[in-house]
């Protein structure tokens, strides 16, 4: 089992940056990987940048070059982290944190807003 808990969503003016976090606790020595996916209001779940356990990444062609994905491991916990920049209004979405082991987990999303 995995636990995920997300942070660092919230309402930013378009151009400015935020950081998503993710902490995923439990029985991380299993994960082979893990993202970020996001929904916006009406439209499917879609793949925003994803890390492999030998740090390998895949970024979405929408936001490259804005946003990058990185991954660390403290005692027990591995975090996942999104740097957001230049952000623009549809980027607009629940952000969703992901891992890959033998199960597929979710987390319960964090809501970023990009508004004037």
């Known amino acids: 089992q995995v636990q995920l808990v997300e942070s660092g969503g919230g309402l930013v003016q378009p151009g400015g940056s935020l950081r998503l976090s993710c902490a995923a606790s439990?029985?991380?020595?299993?994960?082979?990987?893990m993202g970020w996916y996001r929904q916006a209001p009406g439209k499917e779940r879609e793949l925003v940048a994803t890390?492999?356990?030998?740090?390998?990444?895949?970024?979405a062609d929408s936001v490259k070059g804005r946003f990058t994905i990185s991954r660390d491991n403290a005692k027990n916990t591995a975090y996942l982290r999104m740097q957001m920049n230049s952000l623009k209004p549809e980027n607009t979405a629940v952000y969703f944190c992901?891992?890959?082991?033998?199960?597929?987990?979710w987390g319960k999303g964090t809501l970023v807003t990009v508004s004037s």
């Open positions: 890390i492999t356990r030998v740090g390998s990444t895949k970024i």
């Open positions: 992901n891992v890959i082991t033998v199960i597929n987990y």
């Open positions: 439990g029985s991380i020595f299993g994960i082979k990987a």
